[in-house]
T-cell receptor, first 113, second 113 residues
């Protein structure tokens, strides 16, 4: 079972560049989410989706866009990268929102220079 | 405001010793409660969860956790720690308004021989 797959695993961007972090799950989960992990701050929710065509903002949405055109995919777009977006990004999915177990991808380590 | 507190940033224990990691939450109702483990360079893996019923729950890798409503706590325990348990541990709550998971800041566990 593939579970939740994130690509790329590592990325270096220059300030102002844009890019898309990919996330795909093969468990037919309706709920998908993106987190960023920074030292001493745990995981903070960026955006989430409760189903295809439905997205909502989390705690730290500024500078990021998402869309959910299919159940399987939930890409995260950085519009104009800033050094403050240097972080480790995790995608997660769950069967039924935040009341069921979340399955996490392996993470993307992003550095903005 | 909703919050999850893990008061111990870092804990060091000897192999074979017992372990307790603390987690407190502040919500009006009893949330769904989770403990996740993150090995270096990896995503998060679910150790155990509490939804309702018996307040002592068993998880994988010999871990258990006890929900105490009166203390708003969900502490993780293991009777005898193994060197492979060295990792970062996150407490999380979910199932509340906003359909979001809320994570603590994590506790880093070091195991010494």
């Amino acid at each position: 079972n593939a579970g939740v797959t994130q690509t790329p695993k590592f990325q270096v961007l220059k300030t102002g560049q844009s890019m898309t972090l990919q996330c795909a799950q093969d468990m037919n989960h309706e709920y998908m989410s993106w987190y960023r992990q920074d030292p001493g701050m745990g995981l903070r929710l960026i955006h989430y989706s409760v189903g295809a065509g439905i997205t909502d903002q989390g705690e730290v949405p500024n500078g990021y866009n998402v869309s959910r055109s299919t159940t399987e995919d939930f890409p995260l777009r950085l519009l104009s990268a800033a050094p403050s977006q240097t972080s480790v990004y995790f995608c997660a999915s769950s069967y039924s929102g935040a009341s069921t177990e979340a399955f996490f991808g392996q993470g993307t380590r992003l550095t903005v220079v | 405001a909703q919050s999850v507190t893990q008061p111990d940033i870092h804990i060091t224990v000897s192999e074979g010793a017992s372990l307790e990691l603390r987690c407190n939450y502040s919500y009006g109702a009893t949330p769904y409660l989770f403990w996740y483990v993150q090995s270096p360079g990896q995503g998060l893996q679910l150790l155990l969860k509490y939804f309702s019923g018996d307040t002592l729950v068993q998880g994988i890798k010999g871990f258990e956790a006890e929900f105490k409503r009166s203390q708003s706590s969900f502490n993780l325990r293991k009777p005898s720690v193994h060197w492979s348990d060295a990792a970062e541990y996150f407490c999380a709550v979910g199932g509340l308004t906003g359909n979001q998971f809320y994570f603590g800041t994590g506790t880093s566990l070091t195991v010494i021989p």
